[in-house]
C-alpha cells in the first residue's frame, strides 16, 4: 500500500482531529495530494488539495476555514487538521497522490486504504 492514514477516532461534536498519510515507496515530492471522503449513503468528495510545492485549495467548508491541508516533503506526510467537527464530517477519510492536484478522484493514481472519522454527541 503506497499511502498510509492515521490519526482518525471518535471526537466529540465541536473536536478537533489531525490526519496523517504517510507514502512509502513513492517519491512523496513529485505528486500533489489530495483528502477525500467517503459518508454513508453519499458520493466520495474532495475535501482539499495540494500542490507539490505546498499550496493548498479547499473543497469543503473553505468559507469557514475549519480544514487545513498541509504536506512535509522531507517526511513525506501530508495532513489534514480538522476543527470544529459535526456530525456531517462523520466519513471514511482517504489520502490520495496524482500528477495534478484536481478535484476528481479520477486522477489520483494512487489511494490509502482510508482512515474512519467518526463524530459523535
Known amino acids: 500500500v503506497p499511502l498510509v492514514e492515521s490519526g482518525g477516532g471518535v471526537v466529540q461534536a465541536g473536536g478537533s482531529l489531525n490526519l496523517s498519510c504517510t507514502a512509502r515507496a513513492l517519491r512523496f515530492n513529485a505528486y500533489a495530494m489530495a483528502w477525500f471522503r467517503h459518508a454513508p449513503g453519499k458520493d466520495r468528495e474532495v475535501v482539499a488539495t495540494?500542490?507539490?510545492?505546498?499550496?493548498?485549495?479547499y473543497y469543503v467548508d473553505s468559507e469557514k476555514g475549519r480544514f487545513t491541508i498541509s504536506r512535509n516533503n522531507d517526511k513525506n506526510t501530508v495532513y489534514l487538521q480538522m476543527n470544529s467537527l459535526d456530525f456531517e464530517d462523520t466519513a471514511v477519510y482517504y489520502c490520495?497522490?496524482?500528477?495534478?492536484?484536481?478535484?476528481?478522484?479520477?486522477?489520483?493514481?494512487?489511494w490509502g486504504r482510508g482512515s474512519q472519522v467518526t463524530v459523535s454527541s
Open positions: 490520495a497522490a496524482g500528477g495534478v492536484p484536481a478535484g476528481l478522484p479520477r486522477y489520483y493514481a494512487y
Open positions: 495540494i500542490t507539490r510545492s505546498g499550496f493548498p485549495r
